[in-house]
T-cell receptor
């Protein structure tokens, strides 16, 4: 099975940067995903890491260290619309995805 | 519009009743999944199907069954609903590389 940990809540100011950490312990690893979920909506895909290092996509970046079982999602130039839950998910060797409980980010003006 | 359609959007159900949540996709994805989402627990995998004609158990399969008669449809059945099955259910599909999940809009189920 998978054990995936991420903080429950984070608050930041509009225009600032927020880093959401995710640690995992897995019986196999075949990639790590980040999803965004606005309240009452379905999750949507943000990023994917399978090799160590940083993946940048506009204002969002995701980092992976497989040896440490660690990832982070970096949100830059925060906007009010970035207020949402961010879900860390790990794919195992059978290509099944397990999710962390999610981090609720609140952006304040 | 291509994507995943779930029905019903919301349902209140008496305990002991049978219920089927429907899921249809038009993206021709091979893999499909059912997750439930509960506050503080995140998304948990119930059942999955890697291709039409095959299914597998996820993390929390008890009390649920699925079938995959064709590529497009993946219904989830609760044979005899219990209050602990009150949740938001998401159907998802994936294909290709990196194989990210595409989610339906969810079905909110309340069992009384």
């Amino acid at each position: 099975g998978q054990n995936i940990d991420q903080p429950t809540e984070m608050t930041a100011t509009e225009g600032a940067i927020v880093q959401i950490n995710c640690t995992y312990q897995t019986s196999g690893f075949n990639g790590l995903f980040w999803y965004q979920q606005h309240a009452g909506e379905a999750p949507t895909f943000l990023s994917y890491n399978v090799l160590d290092g940083l993946e940048e996509k506009g204002r969002f970046s995701s980092f992976l260290s497989r040896s440490k079982g660690y990832s982070y999602l970096l949100l830059k130039e925060l906007q009010m619309k970035d207020s949402a839950s961010y879900l860390c998910a790990v794919r195992d060797d059978n290509y099944k995805l397990s999710f962390g409980a999610g981090t609720t980010v609140t952006v304040r003006a | 519009i291509a994507g995943i359609t779930q029905a019903p959007t919301s349902q209140i159900l008496a305990a002991g009743r049978r219920m089927t949540l429907r899921c249809t996709q038009d993206m021709r994805h091979n893999a499909m999944y059912w997750y439930r989402q509960d506050l503080g627990l995140g998304l948990r995998l119930i059942h999955y199907s890697n291709t039409a004609g095959t299914t597998g158990k996820g993390e929390v399969p008890d009390g649920y069954s699925v079938s995959r008669a064709n590529t497009d449809d993946f219904p989830l059945t609760l044979a005899s609903a219990v209050p602990s099955q009150t949740s938001v259910y998401f159907c998802a599909s994936s294909a290709g590389d990196p194989g990210e999940l595409f989610f339906g809009e969810g079905s909110r189920l309340t069992v009384l």
